[in-house]
């Protein structure tokens, strides 16, 4: 599942998603008050992790490193969020969105999906994802491809390959955009890096009336291979509820430092 987990300021309502509306003539980040708020910024992995989550990506995908006997997995997800925040950055255009996606995992950590979302409009992003992940002790592992498709826009597609490691409460990790279709001296090319670290913490532990809550920090880096006019740092905030069968709740407070957004949103996700 992806999760643009997975980040509110100089709301532009767009009817039909359109980078260009965001970066101007060409898909580029703006300067001044202008705002880039639709297109990617978003995850988790996790996923595009995070709605995500998003920041994340996440693929919701770890399995034993070895098994007697191999098996596998087919789940799926359902998510609803009032702005779909990924890498920091609203890609609906601060208003709410639905998404859905369809996840295998085998035992032998290998995973692969497709998670799609809505824009706003008619305009929806649909991601396809394959990976490996395993854990060894409290030492956590994921590398992966993804590839980000955008319906009615055109030269917005771009993909990546990613790794994370993750440690008890700790976590970070990168991501390279090998391919894109964006112009030369635009974001979203190849050469992009995202970086970022992150600590989630179980609330059960501070008191057991926590049960069920959560709370995580992130801090990212996009470092765009265009320039370092387009480069910004995101810290996000994500608190956590589960309802059991009922499916998981998140509150969201994210904040990029190019435009001075910050965004807050509200989402649920159910896995079954």
Request: net charge negative; hydrophobic share 40%.
């Amino acid at each position: 599942m992806r999760q643009g987990v997975s980040g509110l300021a100089g709301v532009r309502v767009i009817t039909d998603f359109d980078p260009f509306l965001i970066f101007g003539t060409l898909p580029a980040f703006p300067t001044g008050t202008e705002d880039f708020s639709v297109f990617h910024n978003d995850i988790s992995l996790q996923g595009r992790a995070n709605m995500m989550k998003k920041t994340l990506i996440s693929m919701a995908c770890a399995a034993a490193m070895a098994a007697p006997a191999a098996q596998a997995e087919l789940s799926a997800n359902i998510g609803a969020t009032s702005d779909y925040l990924w890498r920091g950055v609203t890609q609906s255009g601060h208003e709410a969105a639905i998404s859905g996606g369809v996840d295998y995992a085998h035992d032998s950590g290998f995973y692969a999906g497709v998670w799609t979302s809505s824009l706003g409009g008619s305009a929806a992003e649909v991601d396809g994802y394959f990976g490996f992940s395993g854990e060894y002790n409290d030492l956590g592992y994921d590398v992966g491809y993804i590839y980000y498709y955008y319906t009615n826009t055109d030269d917005a597609d771009f993909s990546e390959i990613y790794g994370s490691l993750s440690y008890k409460w700790l976590s970070g990790g990168i991501s390279y955009t090998v391919d894109g279709q964006a112009p030369d001296d635009s974001p979203f090319i190849q050469g992009d890096i995202y970086y970022f670290a992150s600590a989630g913490f179980d609330l059960e532990t501070v008191s057991p009336q926590l049960s069920g809550w959560g709370v995580a920090f992130t801090v990212g880096y996009y470092d765009f291979d265009a320039g370092s006019d387009f480069d910004y740092t995101q810290l996000q905030m994500d608190v956590t509820k589960s309802a059991g069968d009922f499916g998981d709740f998140t509150l969201t407070l994210a904040n990029e430092d190019l435009t001075d957004d910050t965004s807050f949103a509200v989402s649920w996700s159910k896995t079954f």
